[in-house]
């Protein structure tokens, strides 16, 4: 499995239907997903790891992982559409090791070694983003996590707050295609950021 393979098969995997405004659902793209992983992989945070996915969508980051043979994967998401996708995604694959949890990324009680994550950018409910990288601080001693670019402020603030250092940051332009109804194009592209936080 190369980095360009992987960044294939992920772009491959079924997209979610019937999203969510409230939960500020949008599309991981392949590239960018099949990056962070693989950036993940070379730093030793995925083979033989257990990964946890916060707000998994359609699986694209757990999926990835497993790809590169992380030890076991949770599959976390509020939403019950998300995890149905997520799991169809993971038959079709038919991958092994991993698990799938409908809940809230605050109710996750497991410990994981690495989160990667793309969690809500906190737009619509303010302060979302806030809940999954307080769970992700708890649950692990590193942390994979997707923003809006001007949020460096804020995650280098809470990042301090809980004892984490930030060792890197991976910027992407993110697609946004048009799927809510105060989208006024068909597209677009938002700045974006992937922090790397470890724990102090």
């Known amino acids: 499995m190369n980095k360009k393979k992987l960044s294939i098969l992920l772009s491959r995997l079924k997209e ?20 962070i992983v693989w950036k993940a992989f070379l730093n030793n945070d995925i083979k033989g790891k257990v990964i946890c996915d916060f707000g998994c969508g359609n699986g ?10 992380a030890k076991k994967v949770y599959f976390v998401d509020s939403d019950k559409d998300a995890v149905d996708t997520a799991k169809e ?18 109710e996750f009680k497991k410990k994981a070694d690495v989160v990667l994550m793309n969690p809500p950018f906190g737009v619509q409910k303010e302060h979302s983003d806030r809940v999954f990288l ?3 601080f708890e649950a692990s001693k590193k942390v994979y996590s997707l923003h809006k670019i001007e949020s460096k402020e804020f995650i280098k603030k809470i990042s301090e ?11 992407y332009d993110l ?3 048009q799927k809510y109804k105060f989208h006024k194009r068909k597209s677009y592209y938002v700045k974006v950021g992937c922090w790397v936080m470890e724990k102090m």
């Open 89 to 106: 995604n993971y038959k079709n694959m038919k991958l092994k090791n991993g698990f799938f949890l409908n809940e809230d990324a605050s």
């Open 16 to 35: 979610q239907e019937n999203l969510k405004v409230n939960l500020e659902q949008y599309q991981t793209e392949g590239e960018i997903a099949g990056d």
């Open 161 to 171: 707050k809980h004892n984490f250092f930030i060792s890197d940051i991976y910027e």
């Open 60 to 69: 694209i980051f757990g999926i990835g992982a497993l790809l590169l043979n």
């Open 134 to 136: 307080k769970k992700a």
């Open 175 to 177: 697609l946004i295609k």
